[in-house]
């Protein structure tokens, strides 16, 4: 393992004392476990460092400044993709944005988790983002929850005690907040093969085309049967509450219908009062909730379309 101590800087020129940290760089899961359990709060795991550095520039993070840093850029044991039929999709935590949005399988057969990550800030973030970073961060509006979300992806977290196995629905405990435990990180997410007739598709609204994050994110899923029979349907929402969610009236009055623009409209009205938005810079709540409702229909429309 490589450890690197700093030096503590004299203060700069209007005498503020410059902040230091300790960087742990580990080489495997356990010994990064290992060193988040000793450090307890002290220490913050980085990946990509898309967002932590940032927040520590700016002095943002949620949480005291960490004397810390536990990079897992080392660990080979968290980064690739793997697929099997019978198996399903594996993505490790620290799979950059590029490698899943670009992967062949996943434009293919999860086609709304390739669209989230491929939005996710410029080319050059995309390149140092991880998909663990993004969870991770628990932003609600984190592009990568919904297409998850939809896809009722399952959680990998290694912890002091091994490793235990949880549905990326129960990641979440609020803006910010994850349900890690203290030394547990999120080491990959297993997705199952979807069924034949299955289409999926993410979309999001932002003030600007690029770099910016969601004002909504969408994700559907849809699976037909007999043509154009809802076998099953799964709709995700982001930037819309506390944290991402998915909206279970809506998806409950989909089943059995046939898919079509007087279903989608129902289903899309549901939605929108699934969700619980706020006011802020980016748009009032009745903005957003206006967003679900016509995003979420056209969503249903383009899943539809894929299934097909």
Known sequence: MERVYFQRPAPDQQ?????????????????????????????????????????????ATRFPYPEYIVSLSRISELRGIAFSEEG????????????IAGHPVIRERYTTLAESAGVVGSRQTMNMATIGGNLCNAAPSADTAPALLALEAEAVVAGPSGRRNIPVRDLF??????????????????????APGTGSVYRRHTSR????????????????????????????????????????????????????????ARAAEIAAGECSPIDDLRGSAEFRRHLVRVMTGRMLREAAARAA
């Open 209 to 264: 085309k690029q770099m910016d994050i969601a004002v909504v994110g969408v994700a559907a899923v849809l699976t037909l049967a007999y043509g154009d029979r809802i076998q099953a349907a799964r709709i995700a929402l982001g930037a819309v509450a506390p944290t991402p969610i998915r909206a279970p009236r809506a998806e409950a009055a989909l089943a059995g219908q046939p898919a079509g623009d007087e279903a989608f």
């Open 173 to 194: 405990a609020g803006p910010g907040q994850t349900t890690l435990a203290p030394g547990e990180l999120l080491a990959e997410l297993h997705i199952a093969t979807p």
């Open 88 to 99: 399903g999709l594996v993505v490790r935590a620290g799979t950059t944005m590029a490698e």
């Open 15 to 59: 005498g503020n004392e410059l902040r230091t940290f300790e960087y742990l760089a580990p080489q495997t899961i356990d010994e990064a476990v290992r060193l988040l359990s000793e450090h307890g709060r002290a220490a913050r795991p980085i990946a990509g460092g898309t967002d932590i550095v940032v927040q520590m520039k700016e002095g």
